[in-house]
């Protein structure tokens, strides 16, 4: 089986804009080849106080969980949208507590095991 081209972006979370910091919280990968988009997310509560004291980890969890739920088959307001256009709506630039990075690309053979890697590298500690 060939490789495939995928691109991703790393969720984050920047819970005081105005200070710039930020938290790598999770990898949004999708892989048109293979009809693959999914997002995967962890909030680690104590890093994001640390940044912020004051910041909401429930309201901080919802926002992430929209990332999730656009990526599945009830994916709501996207559900007519095809992989590619849900993956460039999610990653398009916005100015609030959860964006995404720049989109970056690479070849894989499988892209759960892509966003496994990813999430390791990028997102755990």
Same mark, same amino acid.
């Given at each position: #089986?060939?490789? =495939?081209?995928?691109?991703?972006?790393?969720?984050?979370?920047?819970?005081? #804009? &105005?200070?710039?910091?930020?938290?790598?919280?999770?990898?949004?990968?999708?892989?048109?080849?293979?009809?693959?988009?999914?997002?995967?997310? &962890?909030?680690?509560? =104590?890093?994001?106080?640390?940044?912020?004291?004051?910041? =909401?980890?429930?309201?901080? /969890?919802?926002?992430?969980? $929209?990332?999730?739920?656009?990526? $599945?088959? %009830?994916?709501?307001?996207?559900?007519?949208?095809?992989? $590619?256009?849900?993956?460039?709506?999610?990653?398009?630039?916005?100015?609030?507590?959860?964006?995404?990075?720049?989109?970056?690309?690479?070849?894989?053979? =499988?892209?759960? %095991? &892509?966003?496994?890697?990813?999430?390791? /590298?990028?997102?755990?500690?």
């Amino acid at each position: #089986m060939g490789r =495939d081209v995928y691109e991703y972006a790393v969720i984050r979370v920047i819970p005081q #804009m &105005e200070r710039g910091e930020q938290i790598n919280v999770g990898i949004l990968l999708y892989c048109q080849p293979r009809d693959y988009l999914c997002a995967r997310v &962890e909030l680690d509560e =104590d890093r994001l106080r640390a940044l912020d004291p004051a910041a =909401d980890p429930g309201e901080v /969890r919802l926002a992430l969980a $929209g990332y999730e739920l656009a990526c $599945g088959e %009830a994916a709501g307001p996207l559900e007519r949208e095809s992989l $590619g256009s849900r993956f460039r709506w999610l990653t398009a630039p916005r100015s609030t507590v959860v964006q995404t990075s720049p989109v970056h690309a690479g070849l894989t053979t =499988d892209p759960e %095991a &892509e966003l496994t890697r990813l999430f390791d /590298r990028l997102v755990r500690l």
